[in-house]
């Protein structure tokens, strides 16, 4: 590089960053938005099953069925409503206001007494089919755990054909938010990457500042890399602050390599900031660039990147349409970082697939984008 390509260069980037000094939108999409989202999806973004509202109906009171009953009262996971009625906790759960219903018959406690299967009837609410399996679990977990006790408490083994002891690994304490956060990072690199980038320079283009760069001595090389640069450290500005937030808000582990981590993020805005300037070099119009980034970059990540919903029980054909996601290896990479550590199995592999994926998107722009008008 010569001094002059440098000099324009600095020129050129130092024009970018009073830009973005200048425009509160830049500002907001790369740190006020991070924080937002995060916070959402942190705070109010569960796929935990706690508090469910749960009718208890006991046709005959005993000290049978009051002990097993007494186990949803102590669970964390239920708020316990007794009905005298099941015709009433059906009505109930019509009116939205239990998930489900536990039913003792009246011969509750003699078909314990008389070594049978006491008559225990569970009706849930499968609206919500998540919570509904959920719920099963709950209640199954509960009635397991008072066949034990009661073992115990006569002498006798439990009369459970399987003795289940589990083993939770990587997030032992099943909690939604260590999932979730870490993927809300890559979304949050998706905005920043590509809907700021195709913003800005369709913005350049509405403007007719584009034009006048266009006549200058300035190469294409010089202005993509200018555009690439300032909004480059912008969006590792913008993960810094959601790796924060993660670790020190929310107290998601961090168990990987921060180095690794950061090599991981600056590939994925490489591939993002391509994918921005790719779409604002045909969309010339700032709402027609946010539309087109919203559609191929930011509901693909959000839907399509394992990010909430498991990729392998997807259809075969969306299984093939997530490969061509970026944002699903970053994922990928992100919860083995946070949750797991360097698996190099894992991270190498979709590294590589980043790599790859912003070579490509930022080949074609170079190869694109020449010094003309039309």
Known sequence: MTLATFMRLRGFVRKEWLQIVRDPSSIGIAFVLPVLLLLVFGYGVSLDARDIPLAIVVEHPGPEADSFTAGFYRSPYFVPLPMPTIQEAEQAMREAKVDGIVWLRENFDRGYLQQREPPINIIINGL????????????????????????????????????????????????????????????????IGALLTALIIAREWERGTMEAM?????????????????????????????????????????RGSLWVLLAASSLFLLTALGMGLLISSVARSQFVAAQAA?????????????????????????????????????????????LVGDVWA?????????????????GVVFKKTVKRLE
Request: glycine share 6%; charged share 10%.
């Open 214 to 254: 266009l006549v200058t001595p300035v190469t294409v090389r010089d202005i993509l890399a200018g555009k690439l640069l300032p909004y480059f450290f912008l969006g590792m500005g913008g993960f810094t602050l959601s790796t924060l937030m993660a670790v020190f808000l929310f107290d998601v582990p961090l």
């Open 294 to 338: 919203i559609l191929v970059t930011f509901l693909p990540a959000f839907l399509l990147s394992g990010f909430i919903f498991d990729i392998s029980s997807m259809p075969a054909v969306v299984q093939g349409i997530t490969h061509l996601i970026a944002a699903r290896y970053y994922v990928a990479i992100l919860q083995t970082l946070f």
């Open 346 to 362: 894992v991270i190498l592999p979709n590294m590589l697939a980043l790599l790859a994926m912003a070579l490509l998107f930022l």
């Open 128 to 191: 919500d089919a998540n919570t509904a399996r959920l719920v099963e679990g709950y209640v199954q977990g509960v009635w397991a755990g008072w066949l034990e006790r009661q073992a115990e408490e006569a002498g006798r083994a439990a009369s459970v054909p399987v003795r289940l002891e589990q083993r939770i690994w990587y997030n032992p304490e099943v909690r939604s938010t260590d999932f979730l956060v870490p993927g809300i990072i890559a979304v949050v690199m998706t905005l």
